[in-house]
């Protein structure tokens, strides 16, 4: 006779475990388990010498699952439930006393903290290198120009080089926002227990210093219930994406037989199956895809978030795997396109002979004619109307250009007006396109680089606290 009582089992306990996602939290959920162990004993919960087995016993299990000696089991449901056993199983009932003034949803919110902003110091590492590859490009190219656009016109001419640190400064705000999410992170929840908090005298902040965390939780219910921080990662990672998607898109155009203002190297560009000739951007095209991803992520945990009441319910159980795939693809994202960044070679005769075009210059003559008096809708109307009477012929537009020039002045010095090193060199303004504004810029973008870098150290000196732990 069937046992149809063990397959329901089995088919709710295959759609409840957790094991195949959450085993990721491992060694977070080990590292808060020692730091509770010691909060317990701190507290006089547990004598001193249960406090050495469990934390014995738990470090035992950490190398244990870090070397892949010891498997974790779907039966189990979910990692806090294997690292439990396998403790119980290393020094008997002692073990079970660990999760005396603990619950699975301050435990799991502990997890998640731990996790997320240990990932967020990865994702900052990874934008300040990417960060840093514009910023030596830029360097690289400091002098020369190239086209700007609106709408994917031709609009004036700018730097090489005050373009690419336009991609900087975006990552730049990505990086104060991954801080900003860090901070929020770094309160430890536990001593919340399921939603009331606990009857036992533990100090909170005790444990919490342990971890390496700068506080605690204000409110039980919040504690074990809130989820911001991991919208707040998975929004941040996703902007991110969306910023290395428009740099991807210029890539990408900018590699084109039509524009052939960048050169993909043979090692970082795809084949094509059929045309033996092409050198595909496959790294950039790829990035631009995966930004749709992150953007998913997002809406997958904030949908999932919404209308739940206070305080813990199962469907928090779904923000992992969704966080996980967002901080994954933003990594491997950041990764391939600081690599091909690095390497692409700029076509600088190609960018300057596009920037070299009259039209380009057509708001410096507007910009004249109102410094010689002329309202500056009219001298817009004016140039206009050249322009439409250039009929898109470069090089009538400037003649045209020139005679109105003289006509509006007798200084031998406007002879050369619409120059293109000269109309570039009027943008001497602060954030200005200037070769002299663009210096400084650099000068900015080196220090944040510099000050980002020194936070990013005391970030992982905080969460290197985790792994002083696991190792004793």
């Known amino acids: 006779m069937k046992d149809h009582t063990r397959s329901v089992n089995d088919a709710f306990l295959n759609f409840t475990s957790s094991v195949h996602f959450d085993g990721r939290l491992w060694k977070y959920d080990i590292a808060g388990s020692i730091a509770h162990a010691m909060g317990l004993a701190d507290a006089s919960v547990l004598t001193s010498a249960e406090q050495n087995r469990m934390v014995t016993g738990l470090r035992k299990i950490a190398r244990d699952i870090d070397s892949g000696k010891a498997a974790l089991e779907p039966s189990l449901e979910d990692i806090h439930?294997?690292?439990?056993?396998?403790?119980t199983a290393f020094i008997g009932d002692?073990?079970?006393?660990?999760?005396?003034?603990?619950?699975?949803?301050?435990?799991?919110?502990?997890?998640?903290?731990?996790?997320?902003?240990?990932?967020?110091?990865?994702?900052?590492a990874n934008t300040l290198s990417l960060q840093a590859a514009l910023l030596q490009r830029a360097e690289e190219n400091k002098s020369a120009i190239m086209p700007g656009y609106t709408h994917m016109q031709h609009a004036q001419p700018v730097l090489l080089s005050h373009h690419l640190l336009a991609h900087f400064w975006r990552l730049d705000r990505d990086v104060s926002r991954l801080v900003d999410c860090y901070r929020?992170?770094?309160?430890?929840?536990?001593?919340?227990?399921?939603?009331a908090g606990t009857a036992y005298p533990l100090d909170r902040k005790l444990v919490s210093n342990?971890?390496?965390?700068?506080t605690v939780t204000e409110n039980s219910l919040d504690a074990v219930s809130d989820r911001d921080f991991v919208v707040e990662a998975a929004f941040t990672l996703s902007l991110i994406m969306i910023h290395l998607s428009s740099l991807s898109e210029e890539i990408v155009t900018w590699s084109s037989s039509e524009f052939g203002f960048v050169r993909i190297p043979n090692s970082l560009g795809g084949g094509s199956s059929m045309m033996p000739q092409k050198v595909n951007p496959d790294i950039a095209e790829l990035v631009r895809g995966k930004s749709g991803r992150t953007v998913g992520d997002l809406m997958a945990v904030l949908t999932m978030l919404k209308s739940l009441?206070?305080?813990?319910?199962?469907?928090?159980q779904e923000d992992k795997e969704s966080l996980f795939d967002a901080f994954d693809t933003a990594e491997a994202s950041l990764q391939a396109l600081t690599t091909l960044v690095a390497e692409i070679e700029f076509d600088m005769v190609?960018?300057?002979k596009a920037a070299e075009v009259g039209l380009m210059t057509a708001t410096d003559l507007a910009d004249f004619l109102t410094k010689k008096g002329m309202p500056f809708r009219k001298a817009h109307e004016v140039v206009k109307q050249l322009a439409v009477e250039a009929d898109g012929d470069d090089d009538k537009f400037l003649k045209l250009a020139q005679k109105t020039i003289d006509r509006h002045s007798s200084d031998a010095h406007n002879a050369g007006y619409l120059d293109i090193s000269k109309v570039l060199g009027r943008r001497d303004g602060i954030g200005g396109t200037s070769l002299r504004s663009v210096s400084k810029q650099m000068n900015l973008a080196s220090s944040s680089l510099t000050a980002n870098k020194r936070t990013l150290e005391k970030m992982r000196l905080q969460t290197s606290k985790v792994h002083g732990l696991l190792e004793g």
């Open 81 to 87: 439930m294997n690292i439990e056993k396998m403790l």
């Open 350 to 352: 190609r960018m300057r």
């Open 309 to 316: 009441p206070l305080a813990y319910n199962r469907d928090l």
């Open 94 to 124: 002692a073990g079970a006393k660990l999760h005396t003034g603990r619950s699975r949803n301050d435990q799991v919110a502990l997890d998640m903290r731990l996790v997320v902003r240990e990932m967020l110091t990865q994702a900052i």
């Open 210 to 214: 342990m971890l390496g965390m700068e």
């Open 184 to 195: 929020r992170t770094n309160k430890s929840p536990l001593g919340s227990g399921a939603l």
